[in-house]
């Protein structure tokens, strides 16, 4: 087995490597192939068979990087081909139709063909005459794989985007089309490939705790000012750039990296630096520094460890503080203006920005407040604000007045801020918007234009702002504006936009092209809602009230005829605590769209407007900010006429689960759908003619109790919530229960009920109850349960947890399943399988006649057999000893035999192939039905080894 790849095929790995991506490899990437290419070939591959996988998985990886392009034509292919691998504008006529028929026909894929094309231009240069016009292919390809091989020895720990623009770079500028057909020599192209190596990387240099002069090259130089060792301590604490220092970063992009530890608020910046474009502080504390007559483009402060204050004065155009607690950052240019970004990352201080120009500022996961000092003319300036992750209602404040209009771009998680000026009226226009949610606020009275964008959404309130006009057409977001409708308008985008007025509006208020809601406050008068009054708000499908609806003791004003509202507008939201009188929504129609966001005062009653025999009413109870819902107050909802209910159940789950509270009247309600995040109490609810709960989408708690409903059997399916369900109880119905996955609690009356729940967890489990009747209990999963079920021919079955089954008096079938189970039995030819597990059998009546018994066909070693509510077991503790014998192999005989025992003496015989253990009570010579007890264990089973326990009455088997 091979465990290195030969010259050669490196040599063509770097072919490969240069013809599909177009770009020297470096030396990880071609060892990681080589890695790849030998596998393949221990694995019992051939060479070939090995490069043409490889080709195919470069060739993927070059579409995936935009080299090559899966859609292009095969004419547009070929070109591509020629021009990246062999330097070549144009496909000679012959070539083209030699390959484009390979390619059709099947004969090379697209992932082979540049393999094959680079081997065969290398056959035809090799035979080609000195005087062919393409010749020189064949140095362009020499030299090209002379340059990878290069850079593959010189590029270790260059990986990502650095590996591929550098060996892009390094190829394409050391070996050109020109060279070639100039006649230029491999070594020729290495040194070409050195030099452009050396321009694109620069150098980097390292200060020492000595006096250092640095200067720079021509290309992207590093600059490393560390931590040295400060001998008096043994530990590297001291600063190298010290105020002698001389650095000259040249021509190119230079960076100075400058590690400080320790209080620098007053860090000298005495030392000489020019011609270094970024400069990156890293700090563990405090630092004050003015660095502005180093220049450059960009200054980066970093600050680990305790927050502490940050303070820099600069002569570049871009500042960058991440981290620190007060952040300070002032322009320091005397005679231009420089200073136009700045970004403030994490700090948990407020943060001053002093500067001219400053156009732009960018604020990230912090709570504190912004002052943005510009020192130009008031009222002037135009400010880009990016905020992701602001909070708390942080204020950005325009000291100086400077700026009149502001750009916020809200990214990444949502922001809550307020823009401030100094002067009330300064700003005058702003434009919201980006991929995150933006709460917006502002003091000023004079914002007299607003533009939304993006599909973050903006929540604000612009009633007191002067605002005029608010264009949110270019949104995609929810946004939820609040407006003076008589002084400005709106016009919505494609989101759920809401927007909030005192009054029915006068100004033109357009909703947009998504489901918008339309929120009037206060509501004295609901007479006064009109298609009339509403005119001009469109593209409205929910009104929304909030406040005072309503008015004290006067049902007229408190009534909404929703029919009587504008065209579309046809869905009602009420969002208030304080409704002043019970509310009636009246002539709805089928499908009308209710929806409650708060704990109401008082009651809503909802009627249509023609009664049908299959109304539906869709509630919706709360949103995804939403807490706990109380809808039990003053009658809660009243809607009596409908046949269908589905209800939905918001809330903001993420840190605990909420319980929605609800009073609903639908007595004429058949069907009722819950579905939703949030659980719902419907306890006080009127649900007289429910036949059908369908809750297996809510993932919340349900309790419902339909005990004063239908006596001829409901069916009921429940979510993942811990849901309880209590039904009526009528000798002959079926419930049918179906109760997810929650630790549930059901209570059935009596009737044939059926009955699945998930199981639950290990903790609590499902309680489940059932009437008489012969009731079908089927538990699922490895939580807990305990199941009670009154006389009646039952069948349970237990899932894999420790379950608790009681039945009364019946021909009962129970199959417990895996985990330490506990059944108790009464009377009747009950049939049990214990399922793996240490099991107890509880035995609360005895066998009802000889023929009648409880039957276990699967006794085994840990089970136990209770006694304790028959009587006492007299037998010794410890083994029961041997079986039963008898002369006349009948049962009865072994029933007298057993019978003629003492008082309360357990003992135990086989006949049929089965075992029975009989107990005697009496010990007076005959069984006796009804007082003694028989148990049959299918099978034959030893019980001479198994054990008695007299204080507990307790049989265990061994």
Do not use: C
Not at 187 to 194: E, N
Not at 279 to 298: C, E, H, P, Q
Not at 463 to 486: C, E, F, K
Not at 886 to 896: E, K, R
């Amino acid at each position: 087995m091979a465990s290195f790849i030969t010259a050669q095929q490196r040599e063509k790995l770097i072919e490969l490597y240069i013809g599909y991506f177009n770009r020297a490899p470096e030396a990880a990437g071609l060892s990681y192939w080589a890695g790849q290419l030998l596998a393949t070939l221990n694995a019992g591959q051939s060479e070939a068979q090995a490069f043409a996988g490889i080709a195919n998985r470069f060739y993927d990886a070059g579409v995936q990087f935009g080299v090559y392009s899966s859609a292009m034509t095969v004419e547009q292919f070929i070109t591509t081909v020629y021009q990246n691998v062999l330097g070549r504008d144009q496909v000679d006529a012959a070539g083209m139709t030699y390959w484009k028929t390979k390619l059709q026909n099947g004969g090379v894929s697209r992932g082979e063909f540049v393999m094959q094309l680079i081997q065969e231009a290398k056959n035809y240069v090799a035979n080609a005459p000195a005087n062919d016009p393409y010749k020189w292919v064949g140095t362009y390809l020499e030299n090209r794989k002379a340059v990878g091989d290069w850079f593959a020895n010189n590029s270790t720990g260059l990986t990502g985007n650095d590996a591929i623009t550098k060996g892009t770079q390094v190829l394409q500028t050391a070996v050109t089309k020109a060279t070639a057909q100039a006649g230029q020599t491999t070594t020729q192209a290495v040194a070409a490939a050195q030099t452009a190596n050396q321009s694109a990387q620069g150098q980097t240099f390292m200060l020492t705790a000595s006096v250092d002069t640095i200067t720079g090259t021509s290309g992207n130089d590093t600059i490393n000012a560390p931590l040295v060792v400060d001998v008096t301590k043994g530990t590297a604490t001291l600063p190298s750039l010290t105020s002698f220092d001389a650095i000259d970063g040249g021509a190119g992009t230079d960076t100075l990296n400058i590690f400080l530890t320790g209080d620098q608020s007053k860090f000298s910046t005495s030392a000489t630096v020019k011609n270094v474009e970024t400069i990156n502080f890293n700090v563990d504390d405090k630092l004050t520094a003015d660095v502005s007559a180093w220049g450059g483009n960009a200054v980066n402060v970093t600050q680990v460890g305790t927050a502490a204050a940050q303070s820099v004065t600069v002569g570049a155009a871009s500042v960058s503080v991440k981290g620190g607690s007060t952040v300070a950052v002032t322009d320091g240019t005397t005679n231009a203006n420089v200073l136009t970004t700045v970004s403030v990352d994490g700090n948990t201080g407020q943060a001053t920005l002093t500067g001219k120009a400053i156009a732009t500022v960018s604020l990230a996961n912090t709570k504190q407040d912004a002052d943005v000092v510009n020192a130009t003319a008031s009222g002037k300036g135009a400010l880009i604000l990016n905020v992701n992750n602001v909070t708390g209602g942080a204020k950005i404040t325009d000291t100086k007045d400077n700026y009149s209009t502001v750009t916020v771009n809200a990214t990444g998680k949502a922001s809550d801020i307020a823009v401030k000026s100094n002067t009330a009226g300064t700003l005058t226009a702003a434009t919201l918007g980006g991929d995150a949610a933006l709460t917006f606020a502002t003091n000023s009275t004079k914002l007299a234009a607003v533009t939304i964008t993006g599909s973050g959404g903006v929540t604000a309130d612009f009633s007191a702002a002067g605002t005029t006009s608010v264009d949110a057409s270019a949104s995609s977001g929810a946004n939820s504006i609040t407006l003076d409708g008589t002084k400005s308008t709106y016009k919505g985008g494609s989101g759920a936009d809401t927007v909030l007025l005192a009054a029915a509006p006068t100004k033109a208020i357009d909703g947009g092209a998504g489901a918008n809601t339309l929120s009037l406050d206060a509501i004295a008068d609901l007479t006064t809602l009109t298609k009339t009054s509403l005119a001009n708000a469109t593209n409205f499908q929910t009104i929304q009230l909030t406040g005072a609806v309503g008015t004290a003791k006067d049902a007229g004003k408190s009534t909404l005829d929703v029919a009587n509202l504008p065209a579309g507008m046809v869905n009602v939201t009420l969002n208030t605590t304080t409704d002043a009188e019970n509310l009636t929504f009246k002539n709805v129609a089928s499908g009308f769209n209710f929806t409650q966001l708060a704990s109401q005062a008082k009651s809503s009653t909802i009627t249509l407007a023609k009664d049908g025999s299959a109304d539906v009413l869709n509630l919706t109870i709360g949103n995804g900010k939403s807490a706990t819902i109380d809808l039990t107050t003053g009658g809660g909802i009243v809607a009596t006429k409908f046949e269908t209910v589905n209800i939905t159940a918001n809330a903001d789950t993420s840190k605990a689960a909420v319980q929605h509270k609800l009073t609903i009247d639908a007595s004429g309600a058949t069907t009722l759908n819950v579905t939703g995040d949030a659980g719902i109490n419907f306890t006080g609810s009127t649900l007289t003619a429910v036949t059908t709960v369908a809750g297996g989408a809510s993932k919340g708690d349900l309790v419902i109790d339909l005990t004063g409903g239908v006596t001829t059997g409901v069916t009921v399916t429940t979510g993942s919530g811990a849901d309880t369900i209590t039904t009526v109880g009528a000798a002959g119905k079926v419930d049918t229960i179906n109760s997810g996955t929650g630790n549930d609690t059901i209570k059935v009356g009596d009737g044939n009920n059926v009955i699945v729940a998930g199981g639950g967890d290990t903790k609590t489990g499902v309680t489940i109850t059932a009437g008489k009747g012969d009731n079908t209990i089927t538990v699922n999963g490895s939580g807990i349960s305990t199941i009670t079920a009154g006389d009646g021919k039952n069948a349970i079955t237990g899932g894999a947890g420790a379950d608790t089954v009681t039945v009364g008096n019946g021909n009962n079938t129970i199959n417990a399943g895996a985990g330490d189970d506990s059944i108790t039995v009464g009377k009747g030819a009950n049939t049990l399988t214990l399922g793996a597990g240490k099991d107890t059998v509880v035995f609360k009546a005895a066998a009802s006649s000889s023929a009648v018994f409880t039957t276990i066909t699967d006794i085994a070693a840990g089970d136990k057999l209770d006694f304790s509510k028959l009587g006492d077991i007299t037998n010794t503790d410890g083994k029961l000893g041997a079986a039963l014998t008898s002369g006349v192999n009948d049962y009865q005989t072994f029933l007298n035999a057993a019978a003629g025992k003492a008082v309360g003496t357990l003992s135990w015989f086989q006949f049929g192939g089965d075992t029975y253990l009989v107990w005697e009570k009496a010990g007076n010579g005959t069984f006796d039905a009804g007082t003694d007890q028989i148990v049959k264990l299918v099978g034959l089973v030893d019980l001479s080894n198994s054990t008695t326990a007299q204080a507990t009455d307790t049989l265990t088997i061994v």
